[in-house]
């Protein structure tokens, strides 16, 4: 059945888009425990604080991006009208009003999470203005008058969003820490993690981005150039945190990092194998390219964050 004629809570969970949850939420996971790690001590309500910031703002930048991406969305409906899931918008969902009233909402109450953190955690100052950088990252991304995201620098927007400042609250959050050696090891690996996710997402939208006037990687260099661009980029952040680790000195273990490459080695496999076959307008081929990506992506960040806390649950400090 098409989603717009399904139940309100059943569109409303389309909308939502939950499978998307993953490239937040690992990040936010794996931030919780560099901060535990960097502490000693785990803090229950600091991993509440920061993974219900993690939620509502990943709602918050789901409904609020198919909003102000409503008309590029209907232009690549009609385009390619059998290609693709509906859009939440363009394929009358969900009201625009309402998609927009409802962006905001959670955008407040992931500002609310943090100003809670921020007021009932002890040491955590500035929790509040670090969520309102976060969100506010989406408005530099997708908002007039900057629309980064329109002008060639969306993926490097969502690389420090999603590499960079949700893994850093949460770790904050966490240790009240806003330095430490472990955020300092482990986010570049990230953020190169998160760069090539947001440069993979831009291969399905090629043609319609290109006619509706989006600079994008993949619409500036070519479909090739943004696969190869994000498999290095994967690689790279892999490779960084293996690098970290040799170059802490033991700060930053090197056997949970091998466990995170051991973990991205099956769905390197299955991108390497699919690259070939994602090409311009292959919708599937994109999603089975994106499916293995995501994959290695999730798998090794939550291989680290298992890893880690396991190591520190063992004794190892």
């Known amino acids: ?97 309402s998609v927009l009233l409802a962006g905001a909402g959670f955008g407040v109450m992931a500002l609310a999470v943090a100003l809670c953190g921020e007021l009932f955690l002890p ?45 850093w609250l949460c770790a904050y959050a966490q240790s009240g820490q806003a330095v430490s050696d472990w955020y300092v090891w482990a986010l570049p690996g990230l953020a190169l993690l998160a760069f090539a996710s947001a440069v993979a997402s831009g291969l399905s939208d090629e043609e319609s981005d290109r006619r509706g006037g989006k600079a994008t990687l993949t619409t500036l260099y070519g479909n090739q150039a943004a696969r190869r661009v994000a498999e290095s980029s994967a690689f790279a952040g892999l490779i960084a945190w293996l690098v970290a680790a040799r170059a802490s000195g033991g700060e930053f273990p090197l056997i949970p990092v091998q466990l995170a490459v051991l973990a991205a080695a099956l769905p390197w496999r299955a991108l390497t194998r699919e690259s070939p076959h994602a090409l311009t307008g292959c919708f599937k081929a994109q999603g089975r390219y994106k499916t293995a990506l995501h994959r290695l992506i999730w798998g090794s960040s939550l291989a680290l964050a298992l890893a880690l806390a396991l190591l520190r649950c063992a004794g190892w400090t």
């Open 123 to 167: 040491g955590r100052p500035g929790l509040m203005l670090a969520a309102c950088v976060g969100l506010g990252l989406l408005l530099v991304y997708s908002a007039p008058p900057l629309r980064l995201n329109d002008r060639g620098a969306g993926e490097f927007v969502e690389a420090f969003g999603v590499g960079v400042v949700v893994p």
């Open 1 to 97: 059945m098409h989603p717009a004629f399904a139940s309100p809570l059943r569109r409303w969970l389309y909308a939502v888009k939950p499978a998307s949850w993953p490239k937040v939420l690992a990040p936010a996971l794996l931030g919780q425990v560099l901060g535990y790690m960097s502490s000693g001590t785990f803090h229950v309500g600091a991993a509440l604080v920061g993974l219900a910031f993690a939620v509502f703002a990943t709602v918050y930048v789901v409904l609020l991006n198919d909003w102000f991406d409503a008309d590029v969305d209907a232009l690549k409906r009609r385009m390619f009208p059998e290609a693709g899931s509906p859009k939440t918008i363009p394929d009358a969902i969900l009201p625009a009003e």
